[in-house]
């Protein structure tokens, strides 16, 4: 079966640290792969998302950027994060596009708080 | 792009009541959309989904309904329990495209009172 492993699941950041947000997929092959943001009492904003290796798309302008070193690995990053940065960071994956849309499967997430 | 708004914000019902949380879209080219359950500290968990070639689906005490023309779907929870206790996103998605990612609605905090 698949899963998605996310880390760390709390992080407490200073203004102007660089961050990193590792996800990874076990079980399945070519995923397609998401970072989304949730802020506190907020929907989920998609971020970026990738359709395969070394493959990004960005939604939303902003500090952060995402690399797919590998097939089942997604990784979010920042060189200076800012205090708008906090907020609950959520990795997902869905099988490759085929016709019909399949649901996305998240991770647990990482509450990222900068201070 | 996609706009999806979902009412209410906050849903309390008393244990055994039903619930309803609703939801409409703007893309008429949307054709999945899919409900998630969010517990405290965690991601959302995919509860049912439906497709646009069909009005309803059951899982349950868990429906979805959906009309295409009015671009609106709802989620129906009967005979609630505690454990439903969480927040409720919908999500619509549209499959013409490799994108395949998720609009999702603003949540429903949905408190089931014992």
């Known amino acids: 079966s698949q899963t998605i492993h996310q880390w760390p699941a709390t992080l407490v950041q200073p203004v102007g640290s660089p961050l990193s947000l590792e996800c990874t997929v076990e079980g399945t092959s070519n995923p397609n792969l998401y970072w989304y943001r949730q802020a506190a009492g907020r929907g989920l904003q998609l971020l970026f998302y990738?359709?395969?290796?070394?493959?990004i798309s960005s939604e939303v302008p902003q500090n952060l950027s995402a690399s797919r070193p590998q097939d089942r690995q997604f990784i979010l990053s920042s060189k200076k994060l800012l205090l708008s940065d906090s907020g609950f960071y959520l990795c997902?994956?869905?099988?490759?596009?085929?016709?019909?849309?399949?649901?996305?499967?998240f991770g647990n997430g990482t509450r990222l708080t900068v201070t | 792009g996609e706009n999806v708004e979902q009412h209410p914000s906050t849903l309390s019902v008393q244990e055994g009541d039903s619930a309803v949380i609703k939801c409409t879209y703007s893309?008429?080219?949307?054709?999945?959309f899919p409900w998630y359950k969010q517990e405290l500290g965690k991601g959302p968990q995919l509860i049912i989904d439906?497709?646009?070639?069909?009005g309803e689906k059951k899982d349950q005490r868990i429906a979805v309904t959906l009309n295409k023309t009015a671009k609106h779907f709802s989620l129906h929870i009967t005979e609630t329990q505690p454990e439903d206790s969480a927040v409720y996103f919908c999500?619509?998605?549209?499959?013409?495209?490799?994108?395949?990612?998720?609009?999702f609605g603003s949540g429903t905090r949905l408190q089931v009172q014992p």
């Open positions: 893309d008429s080219a949307s054709n999945y």
């Open positions: 439906i497709r646009s070639n069909v």
């Open positions: 997902a994956w869905s099988v490759p596009p085929t016709g019909r849309s399949s649901p996305l499967h």
């Open positions: 999500a619509a998605s549209r499959s013409d495209t490799g994108r395949r990612a998720l609009t």
């Open positions: 990738s359709v395969g290796i070394g493959q």
